[in-house]
C-alpha cells in the first residue's frame, strides 16, 4: 500500500512536469524511429543519445533513457511487417506472420496488433515490475549455466521446428549458425579460433552484422529479382486497431506471451529473441487456427511482440534490484545511471527510493506514449512502400552498411555482413531458411560456453542437466518438442484417423 | 587604468578560453577533438570511468570524443591506437587484461606498438563469496578447498587476465586443485554468485560494492599488498599467510596509451591534462566511491611499471595456465 502511495507521488511529479514528460516523449520518438530503422539498432540509439542526457538533472536523464529504450524495441516491428526486414534481433519472430500478413494487404492491421501487443507486453512487465521485481529478481538467479544451455537448445529446436519447409534444412542452418559464432576467442580458455592470427577475426562475428546480413541483404537482393515488390502501400489507415471482439480472443495470447517474455527478460543474458521464439511456440499450440501460422496469423504477430517488449521491462528487474545489467542496452543504461549518481543494486530502493518510483513511472508514460508513436509514425513509415522499388532498395542498401559500420566502427562488420549477406542470398535459392541460421549465430555461444561452464561446474558429469530439476524440465520439453507431434500421428493414424480430444480440423 | 581593466579581461578571455577553443600548447596541440578509444562496451568500468572524465578534460583544455571499439579483451580497440598516426589525435585506454594476452602472444599486437603516456587508474582485485556462503573468512575458505580437492569453483570475468591468475594463486595457497569458470563479465559473476552456482569469484570492488554493503556478497580477501580503504576489515592474502605474488608484483591497472613515435611534448600536454582532471576533486570522489586508485605515474616511471608488470604476467600465465 505504501508503494502505492510513492508511485503514485511519482505518477503525479511526472505528470505536473511538462519538460519530464517532453522529455520521455523525446525519447520514446527517437527510440521507435532508431527501432523502425533496419540497419540503425536499439543498442545504437541508446549509445548515442545517452550521452545526451548527461548534462539534465537526474531524473529528468532517466525518464529520456528509460523512454529510449522501451520505445526502441517496439519500433522494430514496422519494418519487421513491410519490408520482412527485423528492425531489432527480438522482432525476427515478428516476420514469420507479419509479413505475410502484409502482403495478404493487411498491412495496418498486422502493425495494429504489433502496436497493441508491444503495449500489453511493456505493461505487463510493467506491473510485474512494480510488485513482484525483486522477488522474481532473486528467484531467476538460481538458474545456472545448465539451464541457460537447455533453454537455448530449446529455441534452437523451436526455431528449426516453426520455420516452414523441411526440418532436415533448417536443421542445417541452425548448425551453420552455430558454426558461424564459433569464430573469435573462445569464451572459456580465451584462445582464438578460425581467427589465422588476424585482429578483425579476433572480435568474432557479431551478432548484429550477421542479422542485418542475413536477412536484410537476401531480402534486397530478392526484391530486384522480383516482379511484384513489396506489400503496396494500403490506401487508408483505417481498420488498424483489431476489432474488440478479435483482440479478447487474443487476450489469453498476449498475456501469456507476455508473461513469458517478462521471464526471459529476468534471467540475465538469455535475451529477447528467445522469448519471442517461445512465445510464438506456445501460441501456435493453443491456437485454433494453428495451419495460419507462417502465413499471417494475427497470433503470431501478438505473441512474438507481447514477449518482446515483455523481455524490454523484464530486462529492467535484474538491473534496478540487484544492479545486474541482462544485455548490451541494459548495460548501457546501467552506466547511464551510475553517471548521474546512482548505483543500481539491491539497495538503489532504500538509497534512492524516489528516484526508483520515478523510473518506474517513466516505464508506465513511455508505453503510453509508444500507442501514440506508433499510431501516428505508422502514417509516415508505411510511406517507406509508396517509395519505388528503385531507390528503396539502394537507400535500404546504405542504411545497411552504414548502420553495421556505426555498430562498432568497424569497416570489417562491413565485409562480414556483405560477405553473409551473399551467402544467405545463395542459401535461400537453395531452399535453406536463414532464420535459424540468425538464431543460431544468437544462441550457438550461449549453448556452446553456457554447455562447457556447466560441465566446469560440475566437475564434467554429464548428469547435471539431469539432476538439476529445472534444467530437467526444459531438456523434457524440447525432446517433447521435437518427438511428441510424429508419435501422436502415429497414433492417431494407427486408430483409423481419430485424434483424442483434437478436432480433426485443427490437426497439422 | 583603462589598460588594467583590458588586462582582467584578456586574463578572463584565457581562463574561459579553452571551452571555446582549446589551451594552446607550444605547438598548438589539440586544435581538434582527441579520439579516445575504449576498448570495452559502454556501460563497463572503463567507459564510466573516460565518461566522468570527459567534461573535466574539456575544461582542462583537452576536448576528447569516446569511441566504444570492443572486442577481443580490448585487443581490436588498441589495435586501432597502434595504427594510428603518431599525432596525439587518437588516444586509447590499455588495460592489464589487453596487456596479458599482448604477453602470452594471443594477439597480433605489440607492446612497442605504443606510446604510454599516464596510468588511470589501479584496480584492486577481491575474492568474494555469496552472503549466505557457510564460509565466514578466508581461513575457512583455504580450510574448505583443502578439504575438497579440485572440486571448489572460483569464477571470474574473462580468462587468461588478472582476475584468473589470482584464481589460480588462491587454489596454489591452499595447494589444491580447483575449477575454473570463466564468465563473459563481472556482473554475469556477480549474478552467478548470488544464485550460489559457484562457490566463489575474483571482482573488482567497484564491481561489487553496492552488493558486499546490501550483504548479497561477501569479500573474504584483498590481492594486493594493503587492505582497501573502502573495506577496511577484509584481510589481504598476506595476512593470512598466502603469497599470491610468486612471480613478482602484478597489478590491474588501466593506462592511456598512444601510437609509437608519440611527440613528446605533445605526450606531455595530453598527459598534464589526464593528470589535472584526474586529481580533480570530482573525480578522486568517484573513485573512493567505487574503490579504485588514481595514481598518475608518467614517463620512464610509467614506461618501467609496465614492463614489470607484463613480464610479471608472461611469467605467471606460463606457470599458472598452463596447469589449468
Known sequence: MENLGLLGDAIFFELSNPLILALTLFGVVVGFTFGATPGLTATMGVALFVPLTFPLPADYAISMMIALYCGSMAGGAIPAILLNIPGTPSAVVTTIDGYPMARNGLAVRAYGWALISSVMGGLVAWVALVTIAPALARLALRLGPAEYAAVALLGMTIIATIIPGKLSKGLLAAAIGVGLSVVGLDQITGQGRWTFDTLALMRGIDIMPALIGLLVIPELLKSIFEKQGHASAPKSLKGMLPPIREWLGQLVNTLRSAAIGVATGIVPALGGSVGSLIAYDQARRFDRNRKQYGKGAPGGVVASEAANNGVTGGALIPLLTLGIPGDTVTAMLLGGLMIHGLQPGPRLFETSGDIVWNIMASVMFANLFIIVVGLIGFRFFVRVLDVPRHLLTPALFVLAVVGTYSLANQWFDVVIMLGLGTFGFAAMMAGIPVYPMVIGVILGPLLESELRRALVISGGDWTTFLTRPVSATILALTLAALVLPPVIRAIARRRGGLVPQVPKEYQE | ?324
Request: charged share 20%; aromatic share 6%; hydrophobic share 45%.
Open chain 2, 1 to 324: 587604468m583603462i589598460r588594467h581593466l583590458n588586462c582582467i579581461a584578456l586574463a578572463a578571455a584565457v581562463a574561459l578560453g579553452p571551452f571555446a577553443i582549446g589551451a594552446a600548447s607550444a605547438q598548438d596541440f589539440p586544435t581538434r577533438e582527441v579520439r579516445w578509444i575504449i576498448p570495452w562496451n559502454p556501460g563497463g568500468s572503463n567507459d564510466i570511468m573516460a565518461r566522468i572524465l570527459q567534461p573535466i578534460l574539456e575544461e582542462e583544455g583537452l576536448p576528447v570524443v569516446i569511441e566504444n571499439v570492443p572486442g577481443g579483451t580490448g585487443a581490436i580497440g588498441m589495435g586501432q591506437v597502434a595504427t594510428a598516426a603518431p599525432d596525439g589525435y587518437t588516444v586509447g585506454q590499455g588495460t592489464s587484461s589487453t596487456m596479458a594476452i599482448i604477453a602470452q602472444g594471443q594477439a597480433p599486437l605489440r607492446d612497442d606498438q605504443f606510446t604510454h603516456i599516464i596510468r588511470i587508474s589501479i584496480d584492486p582485485l577481491i575474492l568474494v563469496v555469496p552472503g549466505n556462503s557457510p564460509h565466514e573468512t578466508l581461513a575457512e575458505f583455504i580450510d574448505h578447498m583443502r578439504e575438497n580437492p579440485g572440486e571448489v569453483t572460483i569464477a571470474t570475468p574473462g580468462a587468461n587476465n588478472l582476475n584468473h591468475i589470482f584464481a589460480a594463486m588462491t587454489a596454489r595457497g591452499a595447494e589444491v586443485d580447483y575449477r575454473h569458470v570463466p564468465y563473459p563479465g563481472g556482473s554475469r559473476v556477480v549474478a552467478e554468485l548470488m544464485g550460489n552456482q559457484v562457490e566463489a569469484g575474483v571482482l573488482k570492488p567497484s564491481e561489487t560494492m553496492e552488493q558486499i554493503q546490501a550483504g548479497d556478497l561477501r569479500a573474504l580477501g584483498v590481492f594486493q599488498e594493503e587492505r582497501l580503504d573502502v573495506l577496511p576489515d577484509v584481510p589481504t592474502f598476506a595476512d593470512e599467510g598466502i603469497d599470491v605474488f610468486p612471480y613478482g608484483p602484478v597489478v590491474q591497472m588501466a593506462y592511456l596509451d598512444g601510437p609509437a613515435g608519440l611527440d613528446p611534448e605533445v605526450r606531455d600536454t595530453i598527459a598534464s591534462a589526464f593528470e589535472a582532471a584526474m586529481t580533480s576533486e570530482r573525480f578522486l570522489a568517484f573513485a573512493e566511491e567505487n574503490g579504485f586508485q588514481v595514481d598518475p605515474i608518467t614517463g620512464e616511471e610509467l614506461e618501467a611499471e609496465i614492463e614489470a608488470v607484463s613480464a610479471a604476467i608472461a611469467e605467471v600465465a606460463g606457470q599458472v595456465f598452463e596447469e589449468d
